[in-house]
């Protein structure tokens, strides 16, 4: 009798197991590039940020954001972390400039070069 319950009682939590991973979520795989995406989306923040600063807005990094995440058709949970990455990186540079002065001519800069290299760095590895 009381193996008879012991049974029952594993049976059923087996059961409540797989009752609950059956009611989660599939979890989407990253993309391998998906790490370099966010910062280039960091960086394309930090840019949105510092460009209008030093008077230099010869680019609209958000809409240029906007077009890479239409090219790259992300579902909605990398949408949100790439869009996430790109306020990040507006933010981190608001927190700390109010000015065009040479620190923040120099990280605008770094920061182009930067994401020269990281968007040539995926077209290579990863386009088709």
């Known amino acids: 009798m009381l193996r008879t319950a012991m049974k029952n009682l594993r049976q059923i939590a087996i059961a409540a197991c797989l009752l609950v991973l059956g009611a989660l979520p599939a979890l989407a795989i990253d993309p391998p590039y998906q790490r370099q995406m966010e910062r280039l989306s960091e960086i394309m923040g930090s840019l949105y940020f510092l460009q209008p600063l030093c008077g230099t807005n010869r680019t609209d990094w958000r809409a240029q954001m906007a077009d890479l995440i239409a090219l790259d058709q992300p579902d909605e949970d990398r949408r949100q972390r790439l869009a996430g990455a790109f306020n990040e990186g ?19 800069s770094r920061l182009l070069d930067e994401a020269e290299r990281t968007a040539r760095d995926i077209h290579t590895r990863f386009a088709e």
């Open 90 to 108: 507006y933010t981190a540079y608001a927190r700390f400039h109010r000015a065009c002065t040479p620190a923040a001519s120099a990280a605008l």
